[in-house]
């Protein structure tokens, strides 16, 4: 077999010490790299060793990173905040007639993009509602607009619920054959300078959920599909879990679990095995109908990102644990979870996600203070600049969220680590003032 240079993670913490003595087989789990069951998850969430959690998150957070840890110059934008659907968790949607409702044309778009290129961004996370009366054409050519004035940017657009819509509104949705809809708007967007999918539109993969919180959204089958029509073009994903509004904690186990056997698939059809790295896919070893267990966590594991320097792509890269914000949503009345279960839970997506490559603590639903303990607790990334943002809120802030590198910097260098810029594909960049390159 053709083993593809793949650095190995070489990096052996220290076994973490825990109190709740339960939690032992778990750790001796962890420590040989084997999965997680959900049962296990479920002992992760009961256990009042909230502090051993932790630690077993960051041995294995540090084997697959060692000390470094990710941000990058980004913005994010939403082109619409008109949506056809009214989820209960949302503050973001307005109807089209509706006050502060918006939809942006192209010259606000390019705008947008020269004043990342300005400020040096290496990406810009594009999202918004499901906008009811906006042509198909808009989509591709708010791609093509960024692209003219901004050709390096990297465009993380459209949540797989965005992605179903654009099928319907393009006339190419069709119910017994989802997925040839599907590949038809990604292979148009990605043709027009499309690079990656963000994460998010997942919420909680249950029906239950699905039905009271967010009836009317695509279901876990069809989030899968996308990413899994996306992954087989050779874009890269990412994926999100959005907690603590009527979710179960057995829900958000599933909820991984599900993602987990997606990652597994993905990775195989690249010809990762977990075992000696990538091989070349069409090898015999590689043609298993049931994906093997893929893990990172064991010792000397080869990481999957190397892999994209040498045009290998098509896999979830990060798993983001959005915490539920209240505030302004039709389900203000709940309470949100609290700082300790937002960092219970990042650790158990760090334990549980043993073959994703990334966590992220996204400092602007986590807290720019939170995130440095969650580097502490799974967490390897913090998102970036992001500048705007109006999907929530902290605090009532408003849609002005920005913070600079040198706040990124010091906050990931007081926490103990070393922050290392990243492009949206988890590469390197090296950088002098607005100019910037990736270096692998
Ligand atoms: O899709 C909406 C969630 C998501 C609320 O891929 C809410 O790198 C909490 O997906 N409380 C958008 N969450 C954000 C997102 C994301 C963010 C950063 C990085 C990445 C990535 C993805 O926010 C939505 C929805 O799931 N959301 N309302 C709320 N009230």
């Known amino acids: 077999m053709t083993a593809l240079a793949a650095s190995p993670n070489a990096h052996a913490p220290n076994r973490p010490s825990v109190s709740d003595r339960a939690l032992e087989p778990l750790i001796d789990k962890v420590v040989a790299g084997q999965r997680l069951s959900l049962e296990d998850g479920a002992l992760l969430y009961a256990t009042g060793d909230l502090w051993g959690v932790l630690a077993m998150a960051d041995f294995l957070r540090r084997r697959i990173h060692s000390d470094a840890a990710y ?263 709940l309470y949100g979870p609290s700082g300790l279960e937002n960092l219970r839970t990042i650790a158990i997506a760090r334990l549980m996600l043993d073959n994703f490559p990334h966590v992220k603590a996204f400092w602007i639903m986590q807290t720019l203070s939170m995130a440095q303990l969650m580097l502490e607790a799974g967490a390897d990334d913090i998102d970036g600049t992001v500048v705007w943002y109006d999907i929530t809120k902290v605090g009532g802030s408003t849609t002005h969220q920005e913070t600079t590198v040198a706040d990124l910097h010091r906050a990931i260098r007081e926490a103990g680590f070393t922050p290392v810029e990243r492009d949206t594909l988890y590469r390197r960049v090296e950088r002098e003032g607005k100019d910037w390159r990736v270096v692998g």
């Open 71 to 333: 941000y990058n110059i980004n913005r994010h934008m939403n082109y619409s905040n008109v949506c056809a659907l009214s989820c209960k968790f949302c503050e973001f949607y307005r109807k089209k007639d509706e006050p502060g409702a918006y939809t942006r044309d192209m010259d606000y778009i390019r705008q947008q993009a020269i004043g990342a290129v300005e400020s040096g961004a290496t990406e810009m996370h594009i999202v918004g509602g499901l906008h009811p009366y906006l042509p198909w054409d808009y989509y591709p050519e708010l791609v093509r607009t960024i692209k003219a004035v901004a050709p390096d940017l990297h465009i993380k657009a459209f949540t797989a619920v965005e992605i179903v819509h654009l099928a319907k509104i393009a006339k190419k949705y069709k119910r017994d054959d989802r997925q040839s809809g599907i590949r038809w708007v990604l292979s148009e967007l990605k043709a027009a300078g499309l690079g990656s999918l963000p994460g998010g539109g997942a919420e909680v993969f249950d029906d239950r959920v699905h039905d009271e919180a967010y009836k009317g959204k695509i279901r876990s089958d069809e989030w899968l599909d996308v990413h899994l029509v996306a992954h087989e073009l050779g874009l890269n994903t990412n994926a999100t879990i959005l907690y603590g509004h009527i979710d179960q904690r057995r829900e958000r186990l599933v909820h991984m679990e599900i993602l987990r056997r997606a990652q597994d698939q993905a990775l195989e059809r690249l010809g990762y095995t977990g075992e000696d790295g990538f091989v070349e896919p069409g090898l015999p070893a590689t043609a298993s109908v049931t994906a093997p267990v893929i893990t990172l966590s064991r010792l000397g594991a080869p990481k999957p990102t190397p892999a994209m320097a040498q045009g290998k792509a098509g896999y979830f890269q990060t798993i983001t644990p959005l915490p539920f914000f209240p505030d302004g949503s039709e389900m203000e009345h």
